[in-house]
């Protein structure tokens, strides 16, 4: 179904209405992610002044946590998430676990950051997994569980340029172009693993998947660790922001997994092509 007669007008595209309507759905979702809006509401202060609040070792530490939380995610990703479990997301159970992994991190504050975040980052990765099956993925396939990862590079972090991508520092970087900057470094990772597994984690392919996925995950780490920087905040509110943490990156996962589902019933080119013209 990849006509390309047609010039991208949504009354001319010959797919169902109900998939145009949620092509619009995960176009919303995925070019207005939303944590920063819900954080500034829920502490009553803007992020970026959370931000400044940061003492200045905060970055390295952030970006230690980051680094730390996504190699995790990788190895849970190669090891057991192609493991057959029950059918269905089970949203609500991870959504709890977070919310404790998060009063933690809520009441002991950025000492707190190197053990909260990877368990809350491996919740994350679960519940993603779950919604990509529910979409149709098959999850004994590598690259899919690679796909699973590249949510947390899809959930914010929008002005930054990606190793890859072409585009300047400072550009407005949307969804598709996250996943064409993102498509080598997979496709890398997934060769690398195909033929050694874990058995070199250091290894240039892996090391440059992560790399680039945790610099967009990073920043919204750092908006997390801003809001919890708040003094109110404390250990109640760390877990509701957990919650909405976690909340966040299901909403980019069942997008993202409707863009794959749709992309591979119609094609990816007509997909892409609907989703541009929104």
């Known amino acids: 179904m990849n006509d390309s007669r047609h010039d991208g007008s949504l009354s001319d595209i010959p797919l169902p209405p109900e998939h145009l309507e949620a092509i619009k759905e995960a176009h919303e979702v995925l070019e207005h992610p939303g944590l920063a809006a819900r954080l500034t509401e829920l502490v009553g202060m803007p992020v970026e002044r959370g931000l400044q609040m940061l003492p200045t070792a905060a970055s390295e530490s952030i970006n230690a946590a980051t680094m730390k939380a996504l190699t995790k995610a990788l190895d849970l990703a190669v090891s057991t998430l192609g493991d057959k479990t029950d059918a269905g997301p089970r949203l609500w159970s991870h959504k709890l676990m977070a919310g404790v992994s998060g009063a933690a991190g809520g009441a002991f504050g950025l000492p707190a950051l190197a053990i909260e975040l990877p368990l809350s980052t491996v919740l994350i990765l679960r519940s993603v997994a779950d919604i990509a099956r529910s979409h149709g993925e098959e999850l004994s396939e590598l690259e899919v569980r690679l796909a699973c990862l590249e949510v947390f590079a899809l959930g914010g972090g929008r002005k930054t340029s990606e190793e890859g991508s072409g585009e300047d520092e400072g550009t407005e970087i949307g969804y598709l172009a996250v996943r064409a900057g993102l498509a080598k470094h997979v496709s890398d990772a997934a060769k690398h693993l195909a033929r050694k597994g874990l058995t070199e984690p250091t290894a240039p392919p892996l090391v440059r998947f992560i790399a680039v996925i945790a610099k967009r995950f990073g920043v919204v780490v750092s908006e997390k660790v801003a809001a919890q920087a708040v003094p109110i905040i404390g250990a109640a509110g760390g877990a509701l ?19 794959r589902a749709l992309e591979r019933e119609h094609g990816t080119e007509l997909v892409r092509r609907i989703y541009r013209n929104l």
């Open 241 to 259: 922001l957990n919650t909405f943490f976690i909340d966040h990156y299901q909403d980019i996962a069942r997008a993202h997994f409707t863009m």
